[in-house]
């Protein structure tokens, strides 16, 4: 299996552990920020991904596909890595609170591909 480069796929490679920065800019109202992020977990529950150091963006950041300037807490940010050994594609899912009033809860969903 391959991996081909879209525009809600991150490519990474197998045996590597990788910082995701997911930008949420257009999810959520302007002048709101991302307050808390519950969980980013692996929808299908394959066991298989290690996902860590989840949180938002303390810093501004410019995406490297777009080069869109992402603004403090207006990003999911966490770690991640997996125990397979060849290609796979992963589907997260990924539930955050916003600073709006009253508060937004939010699912979004990202889709990884770790490749060989």
Known sequence: MSCTQQNDRVILTIGSTRKISHNVTAAIDSGVTI???????DDDSTGELTI????????????????????????????????ATSAKNYKLKMTYTTNATPADTIVDFVNICFAE
């Open 35 to 41: 307050a808390s992020v519950s969980g980013v977990v």
């Open 52 to 83: 860590g150091n989840i949180g938002t963006n303390s810093a501004t950041y410019t995406e490297q596909a777009t080069t869109d300037v992402v603004a403090i807490g207006k990003a999911v940010q966490f770690t991640i890595s997996t125990s």
